[in-house]
């Protein structure tokens, strides 16, 4: 991955971003909300040895640095941590002694810091005040030669003992901006490493790349496509619609030496809007003015009848084992020349059925009676039956969901496909976001609300005479 790659990883994941950094300061806020505040008391020793002359109190300088470096050691011994708690106001043992000592030295010099924390103030000074008067007695103990009884090295208080009025801690501002610096470098990690594993197609030229094969669409999503997956009155002229139109008008010029009149619509897994897709194929077309029959050959979970309103108990499996007659299923729908042939009665053996020489004959029929035949097929990686209907028709639109098809699954789906010598047109990105929807350059370039026209809802016309008729109507 290059730095773009990076950064449009993080850019199109900018809610995980956000999600962590909220979460890392969440967390800061309660942390600082609930630790208890602490004091910090401290005193300061100066360390010196007795010298005569320059060149002896340079030496002793240099000897007492050292001396006070390693007093930082002594500091935390349990020798001082003992005698600090048999102090009667202190109240602590040596372990909670030690705990609270910190020490250190002034860089090139002979002064010894010592720090004491403890969230009771009070105690933290009577700490302090315990320390001062028992490491300058440990001291002149230890640095007392044996025999002697002068000390080579002497420790002074030269400032406190004291403690701090405010206290020292939590800091809520260091706290709650290391907290969002860390939930920001997390997030952005995160969302990098699901860019990393994410295989799903989610753009045109990942599925271009994946199938090998023309993206004749990208259908933009929309959030009101749910509530109305037809395009009729206004949603006919939504970006989802225009992006239809788009797909109607690479279909009849996918090929211009071999025409693409009958269509099967399927997809690699179920719920990836092939039926919807099938049906707005079939609206379209019908809108230009073509004869349009729409055969839902879903026959395991059927669809078409349910979005369209129509009556499905009778359709294309009762044609095919001979109960009816081609003119007596079909149905028409709207107030243009759309054809509907619902599935049918659910058959115990639909791919045996559908790829029987009569779905072969249907299919021979229907393409000579109607300019346009739209077949909704059941998902490729699922059942056979979309392949099976596939070798018999013109061709196949493969309907993928961005995000949701993963790249393997695609190329299954284009192998399924060639395997039955089946002839496979292009493919739809179904539900694309940003760019790939293009959805600003569809509302810019479509009709103005005063120009549009305004069709009725499309209903099933019961009234009509119904019948297959003749191709061209």
Not at 30 to 39: G, L, N, S
């Amino acid at each position: 991955m290059e730095l773009r790659d990076y950064v449009s990883a993080v850019r199109k994941r900018w809610w995980l971003v956000a999600t962590t950094a909220c979460l890392a300061l969440v967390g800061a806020v309660v942390v600082t909300a609930t630790t208890a505040p602490t004091y910090a008391a401290g005193v300061t020793f100066f360390v010196s040895t007795p010298s005569s002359g320059i060149t002896d109190a340079y030496q002793g300088g240099l000897f007492s640095q050292q001396r006070a470096r390693s007093y930082v050691t002594l500091i935390g011994s349990d020798r001082l941590a003992r005698a600090v708690a048999q102090d009667p106001g202190v109240g602590l043992g040596a372990d909670g002694v030690k705990r609270r000592l910190s020490a250190r030295t002034v860089p090139d010099t002979v002064l010894l810091d010592v720090t004491v924390v403890d969230t009771d103030s009070a105690r933290a000074l009577r700490i302090a005040q315990a320390v001062a008067v028992r490491f300058e007695a440990l001291v002149a103990v230890l640095e007392t030669p044996p025999g002697g009884d002068t000390p080579t090295v002497r420790v002074d208080v030269v400032s406190g003992p004291r403690v701090s009025t405010d206290p020292v801690g939590p800091r809520p501002a260091r706290n709650f901006g290391l907290a969002l610096l860390v939930g920001l470098v997390v997030g952005a990690a995160l969302a990098v490493l699901r860019e990393i594993l994410d295989n799903t197609v989610r753009s045109v030229t990942s599925l271009r790349q994946a199938s090998g094969k023309a993206i004749l669409a990208a259908v933009p999503l929309d959030p009101r496509a749910r509530e109305e997956p037809l395009l009729v009155e206004d949603a006919a002229w939504s970006p989802r619609g225009e992006a239809l139109r788009h797909l109607r008008t690479n279909l009849q010029f996918v090929d211009p030496d071999r025409s693409a009149r009958c269509v099967v619509v399927t997809s690699a897994l179920p719920d990836e809007g092939k039926s919807t897709i099938a049906c707005n194929l079939a609206i379209v077309l019908a809108e230009a003015g073509h004869r349009v029959l729409l055969v839902d050959a879903d026959v395991r979970r059927p669809r078409l009848a349910t979005y369209l309103d129509l009556e499905g108990a009778v359709g294309l499996t009762n044609v095919l084992v001979g109960q009816v007659d081609l003119d007596t299923a079909v149905q028409r729908w709207g107030d243009r020349d759309l054809w509907v042939l619902p599935s049918g009665s659910i058959p115990p053996n639909p791919s045996e059925l559908l790829g029987s020489k009569q779905m072969a004959n249907l299919l021979a029929t229907v393409s000579e009676s109607y300019d346009y035949v739209v077949v909704d097929t059941s998902p490729l990686l699922v059942v056979t039956d979309a392949a099976v209907v596939a070798s018999r028709a013109d061709g196949a639109v493969l309907v993928t969901r961005a995000g949701k098809t993963s790249v393997a699954q695609v190329q299954s789906a284009v192998a399924a496909v060639e395997a039955v010598s089946a002839r496979l047109f292009g493919c739809v990105l179904n539900a694309a976001k940003g760019a790939d929807g293009d959805g600003y350059t569809y509302a810019y370039y479509g009709p103005r609300e005063a120009e549009r026209p305004h069709p009725p809802v499309q209903t099933a016309l019961a009234d009509e005479p119904i019948t297959a008729g003749r191709r061209g109507g």
